[in-house]
C-alpha cells in the first residue's frame, strides 16, 4: 500500500476534526429534541394525573372528567403551537414582526370603523397595535366570560362562532346553576344545557368581523352578559392599558380617538349597557 502523499495527510487532519464536530453537533441536537419531547409529556402527563387524582376525591361524573380530559388534550396542543410561533416571531426585527402581525390581524381589526379610518390616515398606528394584541382560542362550550366579571381587554372575533346573553335575560339565583350540575354535560348541545329556552331566545349570535367589550377601551368597565363559545373560535384582543400605550405615542391618531370616544359615551349612555355595541355613526366624529 502507498504511504499517503502530504497533501491527504494535510487534507485528513483537516477533515477529521469537521466530521467530528458535526458528529457532536447531531447528538447534541438529538438529545436535546428528546429531551424537550420528553419534557412535554412529562408535563401532559402530570396534568393528566392530577386530573385523575381531582376526579377520585371529589367523584367528579364520567362526562365531566373526559371534557376535562379532553380539554388538556387540545389545550396542550394548542399551548406548543402558540409557543412555537412565539419563539418564531420573537427572532425576528420588530419592524419585520410588526409587518407580518399586521397581516394577520388586519382584516378582523379594520371590520371596527375607528380602526377601518386610523388603518387608512395613519397606517402606522395600526401596524403599532397589531404588535401588542393576543390571540386566543375559544374551545366549544368554553365560556369567554361571564356576566359582572371585571373587563380588561376587547375582543375581535377572526373565526368561529359564539353567542352573548345580556344580564336582564339572565336567569335569576341559584337554580339554574343547580340544574347545570345535576343534568350531565354534552358537547353537542353545550347552551342547552346552560340555559333555559326562554334565554336561548334571547342570545345574539357573533361570528368573524364581530368585536366585544369595546368599552373597556373608553372607561372603566365590567362585563354585561355571558359569552359562550358555540363552535372552535379564534379570537384577538387587545387589553386596555396596552391599547392606551400604543395610541399615546401615535398625537394624531390620539387626537382622533378622543374625538370618537366622546362620541362613543354620549351614545352609550343612551342605551343599555352592554358588551355587544354598535359604534357611533362615523358622520358624527370624522372630521
Known amino acids: 500500500v502507498d ?19 458535526f458528529m457532536a453537533l447531531t447528538v447534541a441536537c ?26 377520585v376525591r371529589h367523584s367528579l361524573p364520567d362526562d365531566i372528567y373526559r371534557n376535562a380530559k379532553n380539554f388538556l388534550d387540545r389545550e396542550s396542543a394548542r399551548r406548543e403551537a402558540y409557543t412555537r410561533e412565539t419563539i418564531f416571531l420573537d427572532s425576528l426585527p420588530l419592524f419585520l414582526k410588526q409587518d407580518l402581525l399586521l397581516q394577520a390581524y388586519r382584516g378582523s381589526l379594520a371590520h371596527h370603523p375607528l380602526i377601518q379610518f386610523l388603518l387608512s390616515r395613519y397606517p402606522s398606528f395600526v401596524r403599532h397595535l397589531c404588535g401588542v394584541v393576543t390571540a386566543e382560542v375559544c374551545l366549544p362550550g368554553a365560556l369567554v366570560f361571564a356576566n359582572g366579571d371585571a ?13 352573548y346573553l345580556h344580564n336582564k335575560y339572565l336567569k335569576k339565583g341559584d337554580a339554574l346553576a343547580d340544574n347545570l350540575l345535576s343534568t350531565p354535560s354534552s358537547t353537542r348541545t353545550p347552551l342547552k344545557k346552560r340555559y333555559s329556552e326562554t334565554e336561548l331566545q334571547r342570545t345574539v349570535t357573533l361570528q368573524s368581523g364581530s368585536f366585544v367589550s369595546e368599552a373597556v377601551l373608553w372607561t372603566l368597565w365590567e362585563h354585561c352578559g355571558d359569552l359562550y363559545g358555540i363552535h372552535a373560535s379564534n379570537f384577538v384582543w387587545v387589553s386596555a392599558t396596552a391599547f392606551a400605550d400604543v ?18 359615551i354620549i351614545k352609550m349612555n343612551k342605551r343599555v349597557m352592554s358588551d355587544v355595541f354598535e359604534p357611533p355613526d362615523v358622520r358624527r366624529w370624522e372630521p
Open 247 to 264: 395610541i399615546r405615542q401615535h398625537p394624531a391618531a390620539h387626537w382622533m380617538s378622543i374625538i370618537y370616544a366622546r362620541q362613543f
Open 3 to 21: 504511504s499517503l502523499t502530504m497533501s491527504e495527510r494535510v487534507y485528513s487532519a483537516c477533515i477529521l476534526p469537521i466530521c467530528l464536530f
Open 151 to 163: 373587563c380588561q381587554s376587547m375582543r375581535f372575533i377572526m373565526t368561529g362562532e359564539v353567542v
Open 30 to 55: 438529538s438529545v436535546q429534541l428528546a429531551s424537550e419531547t420528553s419534557s412535554k409529556l412529562n408535563g401532559a402527563a402530570r396534568q393528566r394525573l392530577a386530573l385523575h387524582t381531582f376526579a
